[in-house]
């Protein structure tokens, strides 16, 4: 940004703009809070703030909704994929990143392909297949095939990270007869919090927000992650809108609270190469 | 070189696999199909510690209420078997009852919409256990009307009307008119009896500034129901049997129904109908009607428990002729039958289940929550005159035979279809003539690959 | 399943991950196949995985796009019948124009937006508070879609809170019911989409404008430019790499969008919001016509594969 000191006006004209879209962005969110926390009964979102906090619609919907069962199930399911996907990404973009050999180059390009594979082509089979065997409404329906998807992303991520570490440190620890297990897990790994770290908050929010895979897999009612049950809810409860607003809100909690307080680390993760830290 | 070779051979590799898992041709000639024959056991005490899955769509309250009560009454006479209860909204369980279905935690008993939509899917698929057997048993075959319960017939490959039974219904369903009668009776109406009143009636309070027919059509089953009554009228039971049944020359591009479009559409038009009806559903219509916004609505009777709480005896129920004095007419049936999952580890269970919420005693309190059993029990007293109106109803038009199929049995793809179709036309973006045409082609492309 | 937006394409396009590693002293190596055998068992468990639910049901939605198969009996083999029946099915076709226009509203549209308001904003000192906005812009990003399609449903509605604003101003006659007309369902649609991704998009411009060193824009204005010159002169060119990385994850949400569609419309009201990703559903699991749904989704897939290489044509800096 240049350092030319502008006028007042653009300075006005800037704050304006920002203005606008932060609010245009926040107004209809905010509007959801006020109807899940406003008074019972109301049909319709409003914006008029009520007079005092009501906790009657989360509560119902809680209860009514089942919704422990299906954060439950949703916690179950990215807790695995994330623990799965930053293993699975912190090995092989390790490998990846570090190591020289053939094919190399290839196998990462292979690993990137995942990343514009859309969901929707896989997931027909992957249905029919996951079926005759028996394996669909299952866990491992849902944290498997998603974390194959994450895996490009969370490759290409590491591997991204173990090529800012410095060979020459790598090098000196094999030297000394370091095996690669042991320069991973004990040189490497440490410095890789942060990375991990950002990976982790991606695979979660990703892995919760999910509708269609869970949608197709699972029919087991207490099974349901969050977003379906939500979207079960939404038909019995469709012109009650302060319930519905309440559910939608529980559905989304866990992930907003974590972006709060790690949103650099989200917004660096999924903007990476754009900006710098 | 080596490493070129080590190349190939891990592309190689991967290729194989990959071919491999693709190389069979999907699907498998194999199903399963239940027992039909041999004893059953019916005494649900000598059955173990069993817990029965049950898929329903009894969501609105009144409903819900009842069938919880159902469910309470029979693992309070049955310790040993436990029913855990899954209910969804209409919508929500026809799009999802088949992937449960084919789930290897299959439910035991649900709720299926009969017709070549469901049924015929299901049952061509064995998904669905046979039942004749246990009809046997309990006796079920002698308490329904023959012609209603073929509703819930199907042959194995997939014709409908015919064949092996696969469940009973214990609610009945009939389509028909509510209508306001402060409303009315401020402009000087009376409750129309003919379509033709209906249609004298439009205008009228239309001028009176008030809205004629409260409609929601954004989830399909509104525009069904009231395309679905205007055509039983004009087009007479015979027609519309053949049609939805696939039976004889019947086509949908005939003259009464063409009529039947053309009345819809000029409704719309006219601006008899919710402006808009496209962007309002079903519960949404309801709900309006029950606050009093719109003189007639046409819905079903499961609308009128709730209708009853809203406007008490300010609402009522009919179904219409003709001609004055002629045959009333129009869409109803058995509700959704309880069907048993082929897969289902305890069917006998399952089947002493489905007796007990299809009892008379089970009638009995479907019909104290305000609902309409499909069987009517002897002590029925109406809890409201609304469920008295609907009853009246229904008795009409099941003593004529003219309770008709809903439309969206015909085929596999027809609610998609008809719904789609019918919301064009309310908007006026197609013609009758081509609305006709469209449904025509659907149902001769469906029945050629039957 | 993977990244919703798609944003490791960010991470993909931004970076050049072929970079050299640097030239190594030379030293004796062990034997080769050793060298081998340890990446290979680090690469293990992420390609088998990867091979078993992401590789192997791509090549097998290929297969199955070959034949006509209800998902059930025995499959007969169809050839490319799948393919030339969607390409002439009209309502498949107006599907993937449906596409079309959401790609107008998720991605033209924001990144139009973004890229003059970051135009505009760039010739001011840092502005302060663009922390605590950008945390609120980046929101809709993190918030699942399917609470944010059952909010936008609700301010879409007849009696919603769109409509309750025009009626405040004075505009009632323009209140309608969005989500449920034949001409207004789909833009509907689309500006939900627009809200999604604007914030995003401004966020990303914003960054990468910061980068853009000043001397360019001292050596603009040197030579007499003005704002609008400055804009086509620097700021566009230096925001390339931005706007590949912000159309192709726009392109690609507009093009797999379902939830929305779900929550929202399922299609209608008749087809108007029918779009690929909800028609590849509604095949394979309601009409049991699983080797067209299959045929729709490699078509999908091809479509995004070429219009992302397209994309990331624009930038001739960027390598991939």
Redesign the interface.
């Known amino acids: 940004?240049?350092?030319?000191?502008?006028p007042r006006r653009?300075?006005v004209?800037?704050?304006a703009?920002?203005g606008v879209?932060?609010a245009?962005?926040?107004l209809?969110?905010l509007?959801?809070v006020n109807s899940a926390l406003g008074p019972p009964g109301a049909?319709?979102?409003?914006?008029t703030i009520p007079h005092s906090l009501h906790l009657g619609n989360l509560t119902t919907a809680w209860r009514q909704g089942h919704f422990s069962q299906y954060m439950l199930s949703s916690l179950i399911v990215s807790g695995g994929a994330t623990i799965?996907c930053c293993?699975?990404?912190l090995?092989?973009g390790?490998?990846?990143g570090t190591?020289?050999?053939?094919?190399?180059?290839?196998?990462?390009y292979?690993?990137?392909l995942?990343?514009?594979?859309?969901?929707?082509?896989?997931?027909?089979?992957?249905?029919?297949?996951l079926?005759s065997l028996?394996?669909?409404?299952t866990y491992g329906s849902l944290i498997?095939?998603?974390?194959?998807?994450?895996?490009?992303?969370g490759?290409?991520?590491m591997?991204?990270f173990f090529?800012t570490t410095s060979?020459a440190l790598r090098e000196a620890a094999a030297m000394d007869g370091a095996s690669?297990w042991t320069i991973l897990t004990r040189i490497l790994l440490p410095i890789s919090r942060p990375a991990l770290v950002t990976l982790a908050m991606?695979t979660f929010?990703?892995t919760?927000?999910?509708?269609?895979?869970p949608?197709?897999m699972i029919?087991?009612?207490s099974m349901r992650t969050?977003?379906l049950g939500?979207?079960?809810f939404?038909?019995?409860y469709?012109?009650q809108?302060s319930l519905?607003?309440a559910a939608?809100l529980i559905?989304?909690a866990p992930?907003?609270v974590l972006?709060?307080f790690f949103?650099r680390k989200?917004?660096a993760?999924?903007?990476?190469?754009?900006?710098?830290e | 070189m080596r490493s070129a070779v080590a190349h190939r051979t891990w592309l190689a590799t991967a290729l194989a696999i990959t071919v491999i898992l693709a190389g069979c041709t999907p699907g498998s000639t194999q199903r399963s199909s239940g027992p039909t024959e041999g004893p059953v056991e019916t005494d649900p005490a000598k059955m173990g510690t069993v817990t029965i899955t049950e898929w329903d769509i009894r969501n609105l309250p009144a409903q819900s209420a009842a069938q919880d009560k159902l469910n309470a009454a029979f693992e309070a006479k049955y310790p040993n078997i436990k029913i855990k209860r899954v209910v969804k909204q209409f919508t929500d369980y026809e799009r999802t009852i088949k992937l449960a279905l084919s789930s290897p935690k299959t439910p035991d008993v649900m709720q299926v919409n009969q017709g070549y939509g469901d049924l015929a899917k299901f049952v061509k698929a064995g998904l669905l256990l046979p039942q004749d057997n246990y009809a046997k048993a309990y006796g079920w075959t002698g308490r329904y009307n023959a012609a209603l319960l073929d509703q819930n017939r199907m042959t194995a490959d997939g014709h409908w009307g015919t064949g092996q039974l696969y469940g009973i219904s214990n609610q009945a369903e009939v389509v028909g008119l509510y209508y306001n009668k402060t409303l009315l009776s401020k402009i000087g109406l009376t409750p129309p009896r003919t379509l033709a009143d209906l249609q004298g009636d439009l205008p009228k309070i239309k001028a009176a500034g008030m809205l004629p027919i409260q409609l929601g059509t954004s989830d399909i089953n509104g525009a069904i129901h009231i395309f679905g009554l205007i055509q039983a009228v004009l087009a007479g039971p015979a027609a519309v049997n053949d049609l939805v049944f696939g039976k004889g020359d019947a086509s949908w591009t005939d003259q009464s129904t063409l009529e039947a479009a053309r009345t819809l559409q000029s409704w719309a038009t006219q601006g008899y109908v919710t402006p808009g009806a496209n962007g309002q559903n079903g519960t949404a219509m309801a709900a309006e009607f029950g606050k009093g916004h719109g003189v007639f609505m046409v819905d079903g009777n499961w609308s009128a428990p709730q209708l009853a709480t809203q406007l008490g005896p300010k609402v009522g129920f009919t179904v219409l002729s003709k001609v004055d004095g002629g045959k009333p007419a129009t869409e109803g049936g058995l509700s959704l039958l309880w069907g048993i999952s082929s897969r289902s580890k305890h069917p006998d269970a399952d089947a002493a289940y489905l007796n007990f919420i299809n009892s008379p005693a089970a009638e009995d309190v479907i019909a104290r929550g305000g609902d309409l059993p499909a069987v009517t029990p002897s002590s029925f007293k109406p809890v409201s005159g609304l469920q008295a109106d609907v009853y009246a109803s229904l008795q009409s038009v099941v003593q004529e035979g003219s309770l008709l199929p809903y439309l969206d049995y015909t085929t596999i793809n027809f609610y998609a279809v008809l719904g789609a179709n019918l919301q064009e036309l309310i908007s006026g973006r197609i013609s009758p003539e081509s609305f006709t045409k469209t449904l025509q082609t659907e149902y001769t492309t469906a029945k050629a690959s039957r | 399943m993977g990244p919703t937006t798609g944003p490791g394409v960010t991470a993909t396009l931004a970076r050049s991950p072929g970079a050299a590693t640097p030239a190594r002293p030379r030293r004796p190596r062990p034997r080769r196949r050793g060298r081998l055998i340890i990446p290979v068992l680090y690469l293990l468990p992420a390609a088998v995985l990867y091979a078993l639910f992401l590789l192997a049901p791509l090549a097998h939605t290929v297969w199955i796009s070959f034949f006509s198969w209800d998902g059930l009996s025995l499959a007969h083999w169809v050839g490319i019948q799948n393919y030339t029946d969607a390409l002439g099915n009209p309502e498949l076709r107006s599907a993937f124009l449906h596409s079309l226009v959401l790609i107008a509203f998720y991605a033209v549209l924001p990144i139009a937006a973004a890229l003059v308001l970051a135009g505009i904003m760039v010739r001011a000192p840092k502005l302060r508070l663009l922390g605590a906005a950008r945390v609120i812009l980046f929101l809709p990003q993190v918030v699942a879609t399917v609470v944010l399609a059952t909010l936008w449903a609700e301010l879409l509605g007849p009696t919603g809170g769109i409509n309750q604003l025009l009626k405040q101003v004075g505009l009632q006659g323009l209140a309608k019911p969005w989500l449920g007309g034949f001409t207004t369902a789909l833009p509907a649609v689309g500006l939900i989409g627009t809200w999604i991704e604007v914030g995003f998009c401004l966020l990303l411009f914003l960054a990468g404008a910061a980068q853009i060193p000043a001397e360019l824009y001292e050596a603009a204005r040197v030579d007499g430019a003005n704002a609008r010159q400055e804009f086509f002169a620097v700021t566009l060119p230096g925001l390339r790499g931005q706007i590949v990385i912000a159309l192709t994850l726009t392109v690609t949400a507009a093009l797999r969008t379902f939830d929305v569609i779900y929550i929202t419309t399922s299609g209608g009201p008749g087809t108007a919001t029918q779009v690929p990703a909800f028609e590849i559903y509604h095949r394979a699991f309601t009409i049991d016509l699983v080797g067209s749904a299959c045929a729709i989704g490699v078509m999908l897939t091809a479509i995004i594969f070429a219009l992302t290489f397209l994309i990331t044509r624009l930038d001739s800096g960027t390598r991939i």
């Open positions: 940004m240049t350092n030319h000191p502008g653009e300075v004209v800037n704050y703009i920002l879209f932060v245009s962005t926040l209809p969110l509007g959801l049909g319709t979102a409003t914006l799965l293993t699975f990404s090995l092989a390790y490998a990846l190591m020289t050999f053939r094919g190399r180059e290839v196998i990462f292979i690993f990137l995942g990343i514009m594979v859309p969901e929707e082509a896989v997931i027909v089979p992957l249905y029919f297949d079926r028996g394996l669909t409404d498997l095939p998603q974390t194959a998807g994450i895996l490009s992303f490759i290409f991520w591997r991204a090529k060979p690669s991606l929010m990703w919760w927000n999910e509708f269609l895979l949608l197709v029919s087991t009612e969050a977003p939500l979207s079960f939404r038909s019995e469709v012109t809108f519905l607003s939608a559905v989304a992930v907003v972006y709060l949103n989200f917004i993760g999924m903007m990476s190469g754009a900006i710098k």
